[in-house]
C-alpha cells in the first residue's frame, strides 16, 4: 500500500471517529455498537500509523518501503508510549 493510500485510510478512520465524538457529546452517549467501533477504529489507525512510519523509516534508511509490513493490533498496541 502507497504512503497515500496510508493517510486517506487515516483521514477516513479519522473522520469517522470525529463523527462518533460529535454524536456522543450531542445527545446519549454512544450505544454499545458505536463504543466497539470506536476501539476498533483506534486500534486500526495504530495499525495504519505503524505501517506508514515503517515505510518512512525504510525510505530513509535507503531501503524499499514496499518491504514493511502491517504487524497485529497485538503487537502495536503494546507499543510503550
Not at 502507497?2 to 479519522?14: C, T
Not at 518501503?65 to 493490533?73: H, L
Request: glycine share 4%; proline share 2%; charged share 35%.
Amino acid at each position: 500500500m502507497a504512503d497515500l493510500d496510508l493517510v486517506r485510510q487515516i483521514n477516513a478512520l479519522s473522520s469517522e471517529e470525529e463523527k462518533l465524538y460529535a454524536s456522543a457529546s450531542e445527545g446519549d452517549g454512544l450505544d454499545q455498537d458505536e463504543i466497539a467501533r470506536l476501539d476498533a477504529i483506534k486500534i486500526e489507525l495504530d495499525r495504519v500509523y505503524d505501517l506508514l512510519h515503517q515505510r518512512q523509516a525504510r525510505a530513509a534508511a535507503g531501503l524499499n518501503p514496499d518491504d514493511a509490513t502491517e504487524r497485529p493490533a497485538e503487537v502495536v498496541e503494546r507499543y510503550q508510549q
